[in-house]
């Protein structure tokens, strides 16, 4: 498409070759995944499909991906809106779902490269444990990301799974733009680095 390859013009052909037949799987679409929905899309993976069951507030409009005009709406329709505004050619795939243990065998197939971005510890733990046991798919997650220090950011990793945060922090410092989109950006390299080892779907 004369669009697409224009617009990643400033990137590796190498990458985008292997990005343009990519999938990836967000849950969560709040200060992590909306900003890292649109970085994936900007970067070129084909299909995104994005999970939240929530609706943007007033208190979301500091970090996350949304403005005045979306507050009411569901941050999956309202995420989707967005990026195809600004970037037409990819594909998104929105569901207003609340994942649990009973429901994510149904949504596991749609790619092989998961991100958690969920904002409550039982929800990032319900993943974590589900994935150990999903050794043929890759998670992306993070654990920390409030206040405004960032020198102890890090990645670790545990089997399929890597996680990227501070591992300390808790929401009673504040959650503020910066930090949550670095911690964002990591996760989204995290993930093009896993995109780009498979022939397609992030399969590595």
Avoid: W
Avoid at 18 to 39: D, V, Y
Avoid at 62 to 90: M, S, T
Avoid at 177 to 191: T, Y
Wanted: hydrophobic fraction near 40%; proline fraction near 1%.
């Amino acid at each position: 498409m004369i669009i697409r390859d224009k617009v990643l013009s400033r990137q590796c052909d190498y990458i985008n070759k292997k990005l343009s037949n990519s999938k990836i799987t967000i849950f969560g679409c709040g200060g992590l995944g909306s900003n890292i929905a649109f970085m994936l899309a900007r970067a070129g993976v084909s299909q995104i499909n994005i999970f939240d069951y929530d609706k943007v507030d007033y208190s979301n409009l500091n970090r996350q991906n949304y403005e005045i005009k979306d507050l009411g709406h569901f941050k999956v329709v309202a995420c989707k809106k967005h990026i195809l505004d600004a970037i037409p050619y990819i594909k998104i795939n929105a569901f207003k779902i609340k994942l649990n243990e009973n429901n994510l065998d149904k949504y596991i197939e749609l790619s092989d490269v998961f991100i958690e971005a969920f904002d409550d510890k039982l929800s990032k733990t319900m993943l974590f444990d589900y994935f150990l046991k999903r050794q043929d798919k890759k998670l992306i997650c993070a654990s920390g990301v409030a206040g405004l220090n960032y020198d102890g950011i890090k990645s670790k990793d545990f089997s399929n799974i890597k996680v990227v945060g501070d591992f300390c922090s808790e929401e009673d410092l504040g959650l503020y733009s910066p930090k949550v989109n670095l911690i964002a950006s990591i996760q989204a390299i995290e993930a093009i680095k896993l995109l780009i080892k498979g022939e397609k779907h992030g399969q590595i």
